[in-house]
């Protein structure tokens, strides 16, 4: 079994150019980080593209997703990844809030999902579906500084026009302007490399020129909190996306953008970046424990010397007694007694060869159902009728069967039964 990690080109889909999201990079980064803290080779790391889950068919993989899954250009079933992956969701987020009966069954499968807002955590709790937040594991990336001098810039990353009134004159000097969202031919995109080195070389430059980050985006904040870079988080409104970095962040909105502190304090989240460290090893460590025993038990369970999968187990002896008494073309009343699998296919017997036989009553002793259009009844002396031709069908059901047929004086029955060696003769 091998790891896997996510491969996405970015968002547009057009011949020439498109748009590449840095902070999509920074998400396959942060796993492969985590990939080299747990000492897996690059060679057994396998890329899947975002657009390819529900596709893919090479070698059995986990895959930790921490990703915005999002419906519009997945495809409606999203969650339908290919079975040759065991998925572990660490940081996932979705893009809507309306999941289907198979998407919701999906993700119970693998509990428990942890998510990136608090918007997904409760769509998942109020389907049943164990939930926590877990945060974007960008959180976790680290990134070596290359020299000690003293940084000065201050990036702002796609800052909203309304804050420009309040920027102090102090700060203009040392502002550079930058953006999350790269241009970049079709030829460049279709090189993963280069998307991946140019969000590298931008954690670089962060981690080195950067004294502080203004910004408006879900991993230019993320991302500063993972370097150690006092972040001022700033937008319109507090999307959903920014439930828990609000609670580690100063964040400013239309209303409160005039009394943005200019000079803010560095947010520690080394014990939160182990922890969450921690707990993605383990899980994705779980997963592949889990599967290798699965398969390694299948392997030696498993018998290449195939039974007959559709052998009945002690209806033969009806089977054997119709054949023997029934006619092709007798007029024959009959009725079961016991909703099983050996009722179903000695209806299935009786329906294909005896054209003329019609089952008329259904009895079960233990719940109401309806069997082929029939309405079960309670098996008792008034329900019974003498003149209707019945088969038990369930071994369980056969002593009283047996003794409820003794006291009507009932004798046109047969009963499925196993027959167990009770004596040894001599």
């Known amino acids: ?7 996405h080109n970015g968002l547009a889909r057009g011949k020439e150019k498109r748009i590449v999201n840095i902070g999509d990079a920074f998400e396959i980064i942060s796993i492969d980080q985590i990939y080299e803290r747990m000492g897996i080779l690059s060679e057994d790391i396998v890329y899947i593209d975002l657009y390819e889950l529900d596709s893919y068919d090479g070698e059995e993989v986990v895959l930790p997703i921490n990703f915005l899954l999002f419906p519009q250009m997945m495809g409606k ?31 119970k499968q693998w509990e428990p999902i942890g998510c990136r807002d608090e918007r997904t955590k409760n769509v998942l709790l109020k389907q049943g579906i ?24 201050v990036a702002f990353i796609d800052v909203p026009q309304f804050v420009e009134p309040y920027i102090p004159n102090y700060i203009k000097k040392d502002i550079e302007i930058l953006d999350h969202e790269l241009y970049l031919s079709y030829n460049e995109v279709k090189l993963d490399d280069s ?48 439930s828990w970095l609000s609670k580690l962040l100063p964040f400013y909105d239309l209303k409160t953008v005039s009394e943005i502190d200019w000079n803010p304090c560095q947010t520690d989240i080394d014990k939160l970046r182990t922890q969450m460290i921690t707990l993605a090893i383990n899980r994705i460590q779980n997963a592949v424990m889990l599967k290798v025993i699965a398969r390694d038990i299948d392997v030696k369970l498993s018998n290449s010397n195939r039974c007959d999968d559709n052998a009945l187990i002690y209806i033969n ?3 054997n007694y ?36 019609k089952l ?67």
């Open 195 to 242: 998307i991946i080195n140019s969000a590298k070389e931008r954690m670089r430059y962060y981690k080195n020129e950067i004294r502080m980050i203004v910004t408006s985006r879900f991993h230019g904040a993320v991302i500063g909190l993972a370097l150690g870079i006092p972040v001022i988080l700033v937008a319109e409104n507090n999307f959903f996306k920014f």
């Open 77 to 107: 079933d999203f969650l339908n990844f290919s079975k040759k992956i065991t998925p572990v969701f660490l940081g996932v987020s979705f893009a809507q809030t309306e999941l289907t009966r198979n998407q919701v069954d999906y993700l």
């Open 322 to 357: 119709i054949k023997k008494n029934w006619g092709k073309n007798d007029n024959i009343q009959y009725a079961l007694w016991g909703i099983n699998q050996n009722a179903q296919e000695l209806f299935r017997f009786i329906q294909k060869n005896y054209l003329n036989v």
């Open 360 to 426: 008329v009553a259904v009895y079960d002793g233990l719940r109401n159902t309806e069997f082929h259009g029939i309405v079960s009844q309670y098996p008792s002396q008034e329900t019974i009728h003498p003149n209707i031709f019945i088969f038990v069908t369930s071994n369980t059901a056969n002593k009283t069967a047996e003794e409820l047929f003794k006291t009507i004086k009932k004798e046109n029955y047969f009963l499925c039964q196993l027959n167990f060696i009770k004596e040894i003769g001599e």
């Open 1 to 7: 079994m091998k790891y896997a990690n996510l491969k």
């Open 130 to 153: 164990d939930a926590y937040i877990g945060g974007c594991m960008v959180a976790t990336i680290e990134c070596e500084i290359d020299n000690e001098k003293e940084k000065s810039k």
């Open 317 to 319: 002896e009806a089977v």
